[in-house]
């Protein structure tokens, strides 16, 4: 009854006498066979979970060769040279002498095709080729130089961020894990945030004109408002541009310095003018800045002797230029605008300069 319950080994004994009679031992008994099969049985059992134990600590869902051979390493067993394939391999067989081979049948050559071929070329050795990255503040047009963003891809970008983002994800290539009893696992990958960092080249850019912009020298002034109004290649630093004149205008308004505040809507009024920019996603910081300049109480120090009237109607002109180009029904900028305007006409302590600004910019 015992025999009858007592589980058959998974290794067959006849394997066990093939390999036997295989290396020249024949007189195999079957009590010997029986031994021998279960602690194969065994062996393998334990390689197997070994091998599992590898897997589930790779995280992986399939059981692999490399997780045998590489339990087969531990335990300090010869691994395996080969695995039966799952293709034919075109090995042809000869036998002679006795003796049996398996060997890949070569490809003949003729020695004519092989004098007529063309040797192949050389590799080019390495060299370094320069390149100018900006001549007089201005990005040239070459092929080591990337491309400039043109304005409709800025407007594309400003109006549809998720456009370009469902573009990169249909790009990607799907990997699926196929399998029978298996599950299909998605890991969702958290993306950082991480800040833009500007070359040393767009840094040096970037003092120099913020420094020529608000600088006493009214020349180099000149210059560094036109290359912010014509230089195609500004699309990177615009964000940290923007950003300065906010924080200009929050602090010299504080401050009443009516000088700065006109030189930090002349760069603004440059940055509004140049063709290849497309400012609508830094509307939150231009449109506030130039709203101060023009409905602020205060601008200057000397209200009764400094111009600050001159100030309010270029900001008004500017902010006229900002509705002109960027209104649009989705963000209500114009209405926006005007509810500000209305509300300092309708409001009966608002200064006179404010009522100015207000009827300027209206």
């Known amino acids: 009854m015992a025999e009858d319950c007592q589980v058959a080994p998974s290794f067959p004994t006849e394997s066990i006498k093939v390999i036997a009679e295989s290396i020249g031992i024949s007189a195999v008994g079957d009590d010997v066979a029986k031994e021998l099969s279960e602690e194969v049985t ?50 042809r067989f000869a036998s002679g002498g006795g003796r049996e081979l398996h060997f890949l049948e070569d ?17 080019l050795q390495m060299t370094v080729k320069p390149h100018w990255l900006a001549i007089e503040g201005v990005q040239p047009t070459i092929p080591e130089n990337p491309p400039p963003i043109t304005k409709d891809a800025q407007k594309k970008d ?7 983002l469902s573009a990169q994800q249909e790009n990607k290539d799907q990997k699926h894990i196929h399998g029978r009893g298996m599950k ?22 970037y003092k120099e004109i913020t420094e020529a912009c608000v600088g006493s020298d009214e020349p180099k002034r000149g210059e560094a408002l036109h290359s912010l109004a014509f230089d195609p290649g500004l699309h990177q630093m615009v964000p940290r541009l923007c950003t300065f004149i906010a924080e200009g205008i929050r602090v010299n308004v504080v401050q009443k ?23 609508e996603k830094y509307m939150h910081e231009l449109v506030p800045s130039v709203m101060t300049c023009i409905v602020s109480r205060q ?12 100030l309010r109607d270029f900001a008004a002109r500017l902010i006229s230029q900002i509705c002109k180009n960027y209104n649009t029904t989705t963000n209500g900028l114009q209405t926006r605008i005007t509810r500000v305007f209305s509300r300092c006409l309708n409001t009966e302590r608002t200064p006179l300069s404010s009522v100015y600004g207000a009827v300027a910019g209206k």
């Open 107 to 123: 490809k003949e050559l003729e020695i004519n095709e092989m004098v007529s071929s063309s040797t192949p070329r050389l590799p």
């Open 184 to 205: 299909s696992i998605e890991t969702v990958k958290v993306k950082q945030l991480a800040t833009h960092e500007l070359s040393a080249e767009q840094q040096l850019y």
């Open 299 to 310: 601008l200057c120090m000397k209200p009764d002797m400094d111009n600050h009237w001159a």
């Open 42 to 91: 065994f062996r393998l059992k334990i390689l197997i979970q070994d091998g599992m134990k590898n897997m589930h600590h790779g995280k992986r869902k399939r059981f692999s060769t490399a997780d045998f051979d590489n339990v087969l390493k531990l335990k300090n067993i010869e691994p395996l040279y080969g695995i039966h394939p799952g293709e034919h391999i075109p090995f």
């Open 158 to 164: 400003s109006v549809d961020p998720a456009a370009k």
């Open 257 to 279: 310095n009516l000088a700065l505040l006109i030189y930090l809507m002349r760069m603004a009024k440059a940055l509004l003018d140049n063709q290849t920019l497309y400012l």
